[in-house]
């Protein structure tokens, strides 16, 4: 059973606002990411960390950023949302070890209006 | 360009019978590969991976096969049971670079009573 939680599932929000879309899980795990998912589209990663203190740009560009200040907490952050935002975004970690799974959190739809 | 193609957007399978998901991938330094399950609105659940190592990994009802020379596998469930209804994922790691999973566009599964 995986341990990683994202909230809100849902958020519908206005143009131009500031949102933090939060990620936490139990597991220890040093690896984190987080997806950006349309309908009927592969999932893009938009962000990555290794541990603490370190943070990378995924291959889709995303106007979101990213922090890595715990073990356990993932949060991001848009600065001001758009339409264009509008998505489903997953929150996953993993083990330290090379070829493991990745555990994916239950998301967060947003909305953008 | 998409390293990891899921060409078929859809099947449908009767209970009880073999549903077939197939994969196709480019990338030659992909080295795990792994089948991710997905409801609507919820994270994606791992369901079961294979190392490039192996050409069969097996697991209750679902197996795995990986064909390196031509960079196709397939997911094979049987019996098919009507909560076995989601989209599938396949996703690749080059697990000794990124670690990150590229992943397929899914295909829709339903599984007809």
């Known amino acids: 059973e995986a341990d990683i939680y994202q909230t809100p599932r849902y958020l519908v929000i206005g143009t131009g606002k500031k949102i933090t879309l939060e990620c936490s899980q139990t597991m220890g795990h040093d690896k984190m990411y987080w997806y950006q998912q349309d309908p009927g589209m592969e999932l893009h990663l938009i962000h990555y960390s290794y541990g603490v203190n370190s943070t990378e740009k995924g291959d889709l560009s995303s106007e979101s950023t990213v922090s890595r200040i715990r073990t356990e907490h993932f949060p991001l952050t848009l600065e001001s949302a758009r339409p264009s935002h509008t998505s489903q975004y997953l929150c996953?970690?993993?083990?330290?070890?090379?070829?493991?799974?990745?555990?994916f959190g239950q998301g967060t739809r947003l909305t953008v209006v | 360009d998409q390293q990891v193609k899921q060409n078929s957007p859809s099947l449908s399978v009767q209970e009880g019978r073999i549903s077939i998901l197939n994969c196709d991938y480019t990338?030659?330094?992909?080295?795990?590969f792994l089948w991710y399950k997905k409801y609507p609105a919820e994270g994606p659940t791992f369901l079961i991976s294979?190392?490039?190592?192996?050409d069969k990994n097996e697991d209750g009802r679902f197996t795995v096969f990986l064909n390196k020379s031509a960079k196709h596998l397939s997911l094979h469930i049987v019996p098919s049971q009507p909560g076995d209804s989601a989209v599938y994922f396949c996703a690749a790691s080059d697990g000794a670079g990124s670690y990150q999973l590229t992943f397929g566009k899914g295909t829709k599964l339903s599984v007809i009573p």
């Open positions: 996953a970690s993993s083990a330290r070890a090379s070829n493991t799974e990745a555990f």
């Open positions: 294979i190392s490039s190592i192996k």
């Open positions: 990338n030659s330094m992909f080295d795990y």
